[in-house]
């Protein structure tokens, strides 16, 4: 059964550091997604990308934050400039559509900022 | 504004016993429900969907779901408990009346079931 992938399973990183987060969604799957869930909170939504451009994301998707589509396979987040409360599971979501269609998880990125 | 409420933070419940984690959802127009499992170090995994039709819906390892409207409710069951049922839920909402498909997640239930 197909699953979406995400590396590293686990990130440490000093303050102010960029890092990246990759993802592989299911394959023939056209709607892609980045929640976080930070620990003992709940999962919140950060971006939605369709057609290799944003289509919806939240308040705490800042300037700080990127997504990219660098080829037909992954999908990134970068945080530019890391702080203590990026400190979070990263969850990587993909869907076929985007209307009623079931977004599918990964099994996350745990980011620690230090 | 969309919100997602999951009353409880465990519950409970004996292997064998019917089991309920409770939802209740707050959205502008007709939901698209969700719930999610999420055991640990791992994704969340689907379990089940309600978009439209029968309010009874079925997912997967005998999970079902019922939507009631005037509730605003989307309670999931199951009739007979296992152990490797023990794990964190989530209920999820999301309002395709402003053309979102975000996902909006209640806090999470813990469920324990005992031997």
């Known amino acids: 059964e197909p699953e979406v992938t995400q590396t590293p399973s686990h990130q440490v990183t000093q303050m102010g550091q960029e890092v990246i987060l990759r993802c592989v969604p299911i394959?023939?799957?056209?709607?892609f997604y980045w929640y976080r869930q930070i620990l003992g909170q709940k999962v919140e939504f950060l971006v939605s990308?369709?057609?290799?451009?944003?289509?919806?994301k939240s308040e705490i998707f800042d300037d700080q934050f990127s997504v990219e589509r660098p080829d037909g396979s992954n999908f990134t987040l970068k945080i530019r400039s890391t702080k203590l409360e990026d400190s979070a599971m990263y969850f990587c979501a993909s869907s076929e559509e985007g209307e009623s269609d079931t977004q599918y998880f990964g099994p996350g990125t745990r980011l620690t900022v230090l | 504004a969309q919100s997602v409420a999951q009353p409880e933070d465990q519950v409970n419940v004996a292997e064998g016993n019917p089991l309920t984690v409770k939802c209740t959802y707050s959205v502008s127009g007709n939901p698209y429900l969700f719930w999610y499992v999420q055991y640990p170090n791992r994704g969340l995994q689907f379990l089940l969907k309600?978009?439209?039709?029968?309010?009874l819906v079925k997912g997967s390892y005998g999970f079902e779901a019922e939507f009631n409207k005037s509730q605003t409710s989307f309670h999931l069951k199951k009739p007979s408990a296992l152990v490797s049922d023990s794990a964190l839920y989530f209920c999820?909402?999301?309002?395709?009346?402003?053309?979102?498909?975000?996902?909006?997640f209640g806090a999470g239930t813990r469920l324990a079931v005992h031997p």
């Open positions: 394959s023939n799957h056209l709607y």
């Open positions: 309600y978009i439209t039709g029968d309010n």
């Open positions: 999820a909402v999301r309002d395709p009346s402003g053309g979102y498909n975000k996902l909006i």
């Open positions: 990308f369709y057609n290799n451009e944003i289509s919806e």
